[in-house]
């Protein structure tokens, strides 16, 4: 009987795709079950600890699969790359839902927000403070991630790694602010429509963040291990592309609440 060749990697038997599902729904189970219960806390962190187990197994293996097995070609990284594209496409959806209910209620409010914008009480932060420095910080990030894949492409690795480290010192600064302008503010989620749209858009922008910074991380942790070459680091590409992603998420976020909504 021939055997086929195909370009495409034919995964092995994997246990980590039904067990990350199965965690995935405990976690969000016992955590709606801990808001209305007042319980399960240890629980949640049990569950969240065995998903970051369980997703940082998978991804180790599909690292494993790309550096060291050579099985990711030209086709699987084409798959690769759209998978992210979608990724972060239903993340444009995500955040643009923010802005819907922002521009909903700001341009037309009625008589149940008090017909005032923004509401009454809420003292509103000053968006040449904070807010525009961490835009500074965002796209000064943006500029040295840019710089750093392209020393990676040109082969020059340490500057690459040098600017990498850059990006991510700047990434930690901006949760910094963001922590800093959380604890001044004079207003929480619960207060009216503009602190729940304010804090459920900049608060996920936040942890967008923080996941981007994790993932730069991973990415200097195989810079360092020589996972990447000039021509093959997708993994260095998805971080950029998320990272960028964030960084033009910011900017509307700026421009409209801080900005507009002020």
């Not at 940082?56 to 594209?85: A, N, Q």
Request: aromatic fraction near 22%; hydrophobic fraction near 50%.
């Amino acid at each position: 009987m021939t055997k086929i060749l195909v370009p495409f990697h034919l995964v092995s038997p994997s246990p980590w795709p039904i067990l990350a599902s199965f965690q995935v729904f405990n976690v969000v189970f016992f955590t709606a079950k801990s808001f209305n219960m007042k319980a399960h806390y240890m629980m949640n962190f049990v569950n969240f600890f065995l998903l970051c187990f369980i997703a940082w197994s998978w991804w180790r293996d599909i690292i494993r699969e790309s550096t060291f097995e050579s099985r990711h070609t030209k086709e699987v990284i084409d798959g690769l790359k759209l998978g992210m594209m979608l990724f972060i496409t239903s993340e444009i959806f995500f955040f643009l839902s923010f802005f819907w209910a922002f521009f909903h209620t700001s341009l037309s409010p009625d008589i149940f927000i008090g017909q005032k914008w923004p509401c009454k009480g809420i003292e509103t932060f000053d968006p040449m403070a904070i807010p525009l420095m961490n835009t500074l910080i965002l796209l000064s990030s943006g500029v040295s991630l840019t710089a750093s894949h392209h020393f990676l492409i040109v082969g020059e690795k340490t500057k690459g790694f040098n600017y990498l480290f850059f990006t991510i010192i700047l990434g930690v600064y901006f949760t910094a602010l963001q922590y800093i302008e959380y604890k001044e503010a004079t207003f929480s989620i619960a207060d009216s429509v503009y602190g729940s749209t304010f804090f459920m858009a900049t608060g996920f922008h936040g942890i967008h963040v923080i996941i981007g910074t994790i993932f730069l991380n991973v990415c200097l942790f195989r810079m360092m291990k020589n996972h990447f070459s000039s021509h093959h680091h997708f993994g260095f590409e998805a971080a950029a592309w998320y990272w960028h992603f964030v960084d033009v998420v910011w900017l509307f976020l700026y421009i409209c609440i801080y900005w507009f909504g002020k």
